[in-house]
């Protein structure tokens, strides 16, 4: 007599980013292969598999479902749980979702897959030139959902029912469409059109489709509102000057750079220097803008695009829309946010024709509503790996993994910061990070935001059991998180900013709770002190607990208070008068343009205001710094348009020296919090300014000496307090020279150097730290 096989039961919970990617297709794929009966479904905590067999194929099932997991599939845990209810199935199926309470991630939006773009480009296919075709690989996904489990139901294309060939493709476990809940055809699928301001939808001339009228528009310098997956774009040709000019005066964003489109690498190659981890990044599922480096072998655009700056910023097509309108059109186009300079995106369609008007001169539209706002992300790539700016469509809202300790910990809500404004919520098993918001000082801003933490907390059926705020008391989030707290009765834990930026690189990097202090080198703007002070270049010897301030950038007068972030020359002003002293500046370097510039504004005004301590506090920034350099250089001496302007043209500038070495000098002081004072290097760049010195030569010799003084302060306080770790954070380590100048120097010193990559350094990553920094001292007190 032959015996039967034992059959075993096991169920298995899988977490991580597994609905809406075809893993259920494919663990019923795998459990066919291996003779498995059993079920798969969604719920909220994943995916549950219920699986009758042998010991070795269930074991089988396990392995292979990390090592043939779906492209856009993340498994953080795969846990194995005992199954007695019921004998075995007949058969393995995929059955409805289930409730529950949710720990799952939903999905970011991925850029189109090449199974689809064969597709739309294939004349007998039945998508042929779809604009919205998609399938689990690709497609929208936190754009469109409204709720979880991530089903069709939840979505905006709910209002699409399904027609008979896509029903039976959504139906199939064979077909990559089985359970894609954006899929769609043009029998039963969005709509686009095109319209203008004056008559409404207009009809493409003959043998056009909406997308080629729209291409051509562009061609002709037309400026057009395009509708895309998680906002309105505002299109033009980026060759034509009087086009992007037009553009920027209608949008009153008057210097900022433009994002382009191209339509391939090789577009891009002739405009700009790419490497293989550019390539990378740009065609990756994210899609993200890619900052590339441009110079004079390279084609000229329009000047217009990005005045002051030796980088553009670059993306390829990342829907079937893009892709049909780049494949008409051969060359690069602007694709800029569609709203006015420093309000959100539109998103909805009366939105966009009423707030536009003025600006577009057509629309290009659908009707599948955006229910999530998602600016395009925008990274770089570094010597040490891809430098995250702006984290938003693509990325957003991926969770990441709890580091180790941190198992315990309770639900909290971080707001974040006033700039660059996002949310965190930290979970049982990952902290999950909001896309880029923007900055809360704009009322339309801040309406968002509430709206974005609102959707978060709906998303994941989440219910903080207590919040983290910045300790800035005019921070618009902190006054937020104070509300909520009392309206939901919850504890309000502060957070110090620049701590805040420390422990969100720990987190990122997967640092454990009970780890040793690393010094923390944090060079922003600004950031309120734990002495009720502005700092703003710091460091400090720090875990997630605490921190104790070790040294810092001379503290110098911020002049006019906030207007002196806008207002360069009063920052120039600032540290020639408290490191020389405006009579010796003056006698010594009367002929210098940023004497005369200084000797035509208020000066006596300000030394009052410094005098009295009105509306000039001290302040510690190493932004400030950058801007007072910039100044000095008449780099934007009166006044920026957007955040960090004069910074960064000042980094445009040295970067054409690359082979310039000399630094200026500084001194460290021997006190406890030692200090770093700049003023052998103002003496040194006057010297400088008045010998004629090329201004690029100027300014490379200050990266120089920043670069060389933080680290040197760096290595010994590392020595002092016997740590071999530095983080580098804040948003003045966004500047690369700055960033490669400090940790080159410091990993030749020996140390082990972390930054944010996948996170920014500047406050749009502050969230993370200080949910981190909140749920570190809760589970200290417990």
């Given at each position: ?14 977490r ?31 995916v ?15 392995a ?14 795969i ?105 769609a ?193 925008v ?40 700039l ?65 707290a009392?309206?939901e ?28 202090p ?20 710091e ?55 940023i ?5 035509a ?18 302040a ?23 955040e ?89 380590f ?19 150097v ?12 502050i ?16």
């Open positions: 007599m032959i015996a039967t096989p034992t059959v075993a039961a096991q169920a298995f919970r899988v991580g980013l597994v609905q809406g990617v075809g893993f259920r297709p494919t663990v019923w794929r795998l459990a066919k292969e291996l003779a498995l009966t059993g079920e798969v479904l969604n719920d909220g905590e994943g549950l598999i219920r699986a009758w067999g042998s010991v070795a194929d269930l074991d089988a099932l396990a292979r479902l990390r090592a043939e997991q779906p492209p856009l599939a993340r498994i953080d845990s846990e194995a749980l005992p199954l007695s209810e019921g004998p075995p199935a007949a058969a393995f199926e995929i059955v409805a979702s289930a409730a529950g309470r949710v720990w799952t991630g939903v999905l970011p939006d991925a850029a189109t897959c090449p199974a689809c773009l064969s597709e739309i480009m294939d004349p007998e296919n039945r998508r042929f030139r779809y604009p919205f075709t998609n399938c689990t690989h690709c497609g929208p996904r936190l754009s469109i959902v409204a709720a979880v489990p991530y089903d069709r139901a939840n979505t905006s294309m709910a209002a699409f029912p399904m027609c008979h060939a896509c029903q039976t493709e959504y139906e199939d476990p064979s077909d990559r469409r089985f359970h894609a809940q954006p899929n055809c043009a029998d039963c699928g969005p709509r686009l059109w095109l319209e203008d301001a004056d008559t409404g939808e207009i009809d493409p001339a003959p043998h056009q489709d909406a997308i080629e009228a729209a291409a051509a528009l562009i061609a002709q310098g037309a400026i057009l509102a395009i509708k895309g997956i998680g906002g309105f774009h505002l299109a033009c040709d980026a060759t034509n000057e009087a086009a992007v000019t037009r553009l920027r005066q209608r949008k009153k964003r008057y210097d900022k750079p433009f994002a382009l489109m191209a339509r391939d690498p090789a577009m891009i190659a002739r405009y700009a220097a790419i490497n293989e981890a550019e390539r990378t990044l740009l065609a990756a599922p994210a899609a993200p803008i890619v900052i590339l480096q441009t110079g004079p072998e390279h084609e000229a655009l329009a000047a217009a695009v990005a005045p002051g700056q030796s980088s553009l910023g670059f993306m390829l097509p990342y829907t079937p829309l893009h892709h049909l309108l780049m494949q008409s059109l051969d060359r690069l186009i602007v694709l800029t946010s569609g709203n006015r300079s420093d309000e959100p995106q539109c998103i909805g369609n009366e939105e966009a024709r009423s707030r536009l008007a003025g600006i577009a001169d057509h629309w290009l539209m659908h009707d599948r509503e955006i229910l999530n706002r998602l600016d395009d992300s990274v770089r790539s570094d010597e040490g790996g891809p430098t995250m700016l702006r984290r938003a469509r693509g990325y957003a809202p991926a969770p990441h993994p709890l580091p180790p300790g941190f198992e315990n910990s309770p639900p909290l809500l971080a707001l974040g910061g006033e660059k404004a996002t949310v965190c919520l930290w979970r049982q098993d990952s902290a999950v990070v909001s896309q880029h918001i923007g900055d809360l000082e704009d009322a339309s801003v801040h309406d968002d935001y509430r709206k974005t933490l609102s959707l978060y907390r709906q998303l994941f059926d989440f219910a903080p059991a207590g919040l983290a705020v910045d300790r800035h008391p005019d921070y618009l989030s902190t006054q937020w998180g104070a509300v909520l009392e309206r009765d919850l504890p309000l834990i502060q957070v110090q900013h620049h701590h805040a930026h420390i422990a969100a690189c720990l987190a990122e990097h997967g640092v454990a709770r009970d780890a040793a690393v010094l923390g080198l944090v060079l922003d703007g600004l950031g309120y002190g734990e002495d009720g002070t502005l700092w703003g270049g460091f400090l010897l720090a875990n997630y607990r605490g921190f104790r301030r070790l040294g810092h950038f001379k503290p110098m007068v911020l002049l006019g208070g906030a207007q002196a972030m806008r207002e360069p020359w009063r920052n120039a002003y600032a540290y020639l008068e408290g490191c020389i002293g405006w009579p010796e500046v003056v006698e010594r370097y009367p002929q210098l343009d004497v005369r510039f200084l000797q504004k208020p000066l006596a005004l300000l030394d009052q205001m410094k005098a009295r301590g009105v509306n000039a506090p001290l510690v920034s190493a932004g400030r710094l950058f801007d007072a350099v910039a100044a000095a250089l008449s780099i934007r001496p009166e006044a920026t348009s957007y960090g302007q004069a910074a960064i043209e000042l980094e445009a500038l040295a970067q054409s020296e690359a082979d310039e070495r000399a630094a200026y000098g500084f001194v460290v002081t021997d006190s406890d919090p030692a200090v770093l004072d700049w003023t052998p290097l103002w003496h040194d760049l006057l010297n400088d300014v008045s010998c004629s010195v090329p201004r690029s030569v100027i300014a490379k010799r200050f990266h120089n000496t920043v670069a060389e003084a933080v680290t040197q302060l760096a290595r010994r306080l590392a020595d002092e307090h016997r740590t071999d770790q530095v983080v580098l954070s804040g948003g003045v966004q500047n690369r020279l700055l960033l490669g100048g400090v940790s080159g120097r410091l990993e030749a010193a020996g140390l082990a972390l930054r944010p990559s996948l996170y920014p350094a500047n406050d749009g990553g969230a993370l730290g200080q949910a981190a920094v909140a749920a570190a001292r809760l589970l200290e007190d417990t």
